[in-house]
């Protein structure tokens, strides 16, 4: 989903994917931890990006409601990436 400012949200549907968030973000999302559950469709794990493709923000979408979302090293994101997720 393209948004305005260059971001875009990019919905992390492999094993890859979310273990590429993970070492970049530095959180658990990936190595294996939320795997089946987006195989399974009952989650659903997107990543805020910027023009450039770096992440800023992952969230986790669970019945259609934001369950988590997190910055950098598992910290509360940067204010100004918020009104985005």
Request: glycine residues 12%; proline residues 5%; negative net charge.
């Given at each position: 989903m393209k948004l305005s400012g260059g971001m875009e949200i990019v919905q992390l549907t492999t094993p890859e994917a979310l273990d590429y968030e993970s070492t970049y973000m530095g959180h658990c999302v990936g190595q294996g931890d939320y795997d089946s559950g987006v195989r399974e469709g009952s989650i659903e794990i997107y990543s805020l990006r910027d023009s450039n493709g770096e992440p800023h923000a992952t969230f986790e979408?669970?019945?259609?409601?934001?369950?988590?979302?997190?910055?950098?090293?598992n910290k509360t994101p940067v204010q100004k990436y918020i009104p985005y997720v």
């Amino acid at each position: 989903m393209k948004l305005s400012g260059g971001m875009e949200i990019v919905q992390l549907t492999t094993p890859e994917a979310l273990d590429y968030e993970s070492t970049y973000m530095g959180h658990c999302v990936g190595q294996g931890d939320y795997d089946s559950g987006v195989r399974e469709g009952s989650i659903e794990i997107y990543s805020l990006r910027d023009s450039n493709g770096e992440p800023h923000a992952t969230f986790e979408v669970r019945d259609n409601e934001v369950h988590q979302c997190k910055g950098k090293g598992n910290k509360t994101p940067v204010q100004k990436y918020i009104p985005y997720v």
